[in-house]
């Protein structure tokens, strides 16, 4: 408990800084070029339908303009990319009036597609300038990467994982020319899981640049944003420190543990016609319930961190395009992803971290729109969903869930789950049948010939 309440410690206690606090409404609307915004950026920002800078742009831009480090706190959705590219692409076309300036910005995230989504939203906003982005994530070819660096692109927008491999493994890159280092969703990279990664890449870029850390939750982490060598930065926080937008209606329903499939049916059925994203715990949940939710004729597909890259993507698109309009997904799909239809977000599992809350409901009502989250919470997951509404600081109304209602779906269901739960044990036997039958054909391919199979290799090695 202790843990915890160190955990909630405000942003505030962060020294040294200048703190901004904004106020709930800006009387008047800014404009971009009010904030110092070039032409040739603000004619981007009206092709990408950006009529007024957000909360959060109006109060880091003129900073970040100033040449200053930031900290920014916002609510997910409310523009936290457009306030760190601008600065940078700005910064970037002065720059490059005197000479060319490759590798000039880094931004780092946890997660691979929002690394993607942040190279799309660059390279939206710099497709006028000639702006170049390369994106390093894990799960594509290094080579191909590698040859993508070899252009020389002006931003890099990575995972710090995959961005150590190049740095160690890839010939000629280096980051020693970096103005600019972002961490987005800075709470989570500043986490044990990235400690590593990013020590070695704090390393090898130089101290003098600019550094904005971004996320719509912060916690108190001292000495690792020290170490993250910034500079006397300013403060800007955008929201309280853990919130929801007003656009977002909140709910729970509380169900017992052995319905609560028949519980996401019926609300799936009640909200038809909207786009959901429905969060589980784990990657093997994600896939049963597709496959139900198929069964039962509903157009879900599964995203989740076991899938490859491709299939992640692929996934993204689909529901993206509209050709399935509910995703089952974890953690992997909670942070930063703008995906501008989801009408509703359902937490299937309810989050044993509490600020993961936060981020899975920032899937919708995003950028001033309406959405709805609902959470299903089991007698097991009560004491989880109380530190819920401790975090975001109000008690949530129950969803109106009639159970003689969700009960007519309870056969349906249970049918399903059980096709479900057989064809994807019949899909893991016949894998399993494959590779063992390829196993047993190389085995007599070496006692025939008498030589060892490396796979590695994809030679024979005398025995």
């Given amino acids: 408990m202790e843990d915890e309440k160190e955990e909630l410690k405000t942003i505030n206690e962060l020294e040294p800084a200048e703190q901004l606090k904004m106020e709930d409404e800006i009387e008047e609307l800014k404009t971009f070029k009010e904030l110092g915004v070039c032409e040739q950026l603000i004619s981007a920002c009206d092709n990408l339908g950006w009529k007024n800078p957000t909360k959060i742009q109006v109060e880091a831009i003129p900073h970040a303009l100033e040449g200053k480090d ?105 980051l020693r020319t970096l103005k600019f280092l972002v961490l987005d969703e800075a709470d989570r990279l500043l986490n044990e899981d990235f400690e590593k990664s990013l020590d070695e890449i704090l390393k ?43 656009t977002l209606k909140q709910e729970y329903c509380f169900v017992p543990a052995k319905y609560k499939d028949c519980y996401l049916v019926y609300i799936l059925n009640e909200k038809s016609g ?35 890259q491709s299939k992640r993507l692929g996934a993204l698109n689909k529901f993206k395009a509209g050709e399935c309009n509910i995703l089952i997904c974890t953690d992997v799909a909670s942070r930063g992803l703008d995906i501008p239809s989801v009408d509703m977000v359902m937490n299937y599992d309810i989050p044993t971290n509490s600020k993961d ?58 049918e399903a789950k059980r096709f479900a739960q057989m064809s994807i044990k ?21 006692k025939y010939l008498g030589f060892k199979h490396n796979k590695s290799s994809k030679k024979f090695k005398r025995r």
């Fill in 70 to 174: 930031l900290i920014g706190l916002a609510q997910t959705g409310s523009g936290k990319t457009g306030a760190f590219a601008l600065p940078i692409l700005q910064s970037l076309l002065e720059a490059s009036e005197k000479s060319v300036q490759a590798f000039f910005a880094c931004v780092l995230s946890p997660t691979r597609e929002l690394a993607i989504q942040i190279a799309e939203q660059f390279e939206a906003l710099g497709s006028d300038i000639g702006v170049k982005c390369v994106v390093l994530v894990g799960g594509v070819d290094m080579m191909q990467q590698s040859i993508s660096l070899g252009r020389r692109p002006h931003i890099v927008v990575a995972t710090p994982g995959r961005l150590v491999d190049h740095l160690s493994n890839t010939k000629g890159f280096s």
């Fill in 204 to 246: 090898v870029i130089p101290g003098q640049r600019r550094t904005y850390l971004f996320s719509a939750t912060m916690t108190k982490k001292v000495k690792k944003l020290q170490r993250a060598c910034l500079r006397n930065p300013v403060k800007i926080e955008a929201s309280s420190k853990y919130s929801t937008v007003d």
């Fill in 274 to 308: 909207s786009t959901s994203m429905v969060f589980t715990r784990t990657c093997d949940a994600t896939n049963l319930l597709a496959v139900i939710l198929r069964n039962l004729g509903l157009r879900a597909i599964p995203i989740n961190g076991h899938m490859t």
């Fill in 357 to 414: 809350y936060i981020h899975r409901v920032g899937r919708t009502a995003r950028a001033g729109r309406s959405g709805v989250a609902i959470s299903l919470v089991n007698q097991y997951e009560v004491e989880w969903f109380i530190q819920i509404e401790k975090l975001i600081g109000k008690k949530l109304p129950q969803y109106d869930a009639q159970e003689k209602e969700v009960l007519y779906f309870l056969e349906r269901v249970t």
């Fill in 426 to 446: 019949n899909n893991a036997d016949g894998k399993k049948k494959r590779r063992g039958k390829d196993e047993g054909e190389e085995e007599e391919i070496e």
